[in-house]
C-alpha cells in the first residue's frame, strides 16, 4: 500500500518527449476520455479474411465462414472461381496457372 501512496503522489519526467511519444518508436500508451470502439470494428479486420476466403476457395473449394444461405455470397463465389479458373489476375505472364509450371 506504501508503494500505491508513492506512485500515486509522483510526477513522472520524461526527456525528450517527441521521441518517446512518436507511436512508431515508442509502447508508450496514456488514452483520455471516454473509451470508443475503433472505427469500422471488426469489419476492417475481417474483410481481409473475406477476401483471402474468396480467393481460396477456387483452389480448396471451402471457406471458413458459411454462406450457404446467401446467394449473393454464392454467385460473387463463382465469379471469383470463374475468373480465376480463365486467368483474370490481370497480372500477366502465367495465365491461370496460379499453381506453378
Known amino acids: 500500500i506504501a508503494c500505491l ?4 503522489s509522483s510526477v513522472c519526467i520524461l526527456d525528450e518527449v517527441d521521441s518517446l511519444l512518436t507511436p512508431l518508436k515508442s509502447e508508450l500508451n496514456w488514452p483520455l476520455g471516454a473509451r470508443l470502439p475503433l472505427d469500422h470494428t471488426p469489419a476492417r479486420w475481417e474483410l481481409a ?7 481460396l476457395h477456387a483452389s480448396t473449394g471451402r471457406l471458413s ?3 450457404a ?4 455470397a454464392s454467385a460473387l463465389l463463382a465469379q471469383i ?3 480465376l479458373k480463365a486467368g483474370g489476375g490481370g497480372g500477366g505472364g502465367g495465365g491461370g496457372n ?3 509450371a
Open 98 to 100: 496460379w499453381g506453378g
Open 49 to 55: 479474411w473475406h477476401l483471402m476466403d474468396g480467393l
Open 81 to 83: 472461381d470463374s475468373a
Open 5 to 8: 501512496d508513492v506512485v500515486q
Open 65 to 67: 465462414v458459411d454462406f
Open 69 to 72: 444461405d446467401s446467394s449473393e
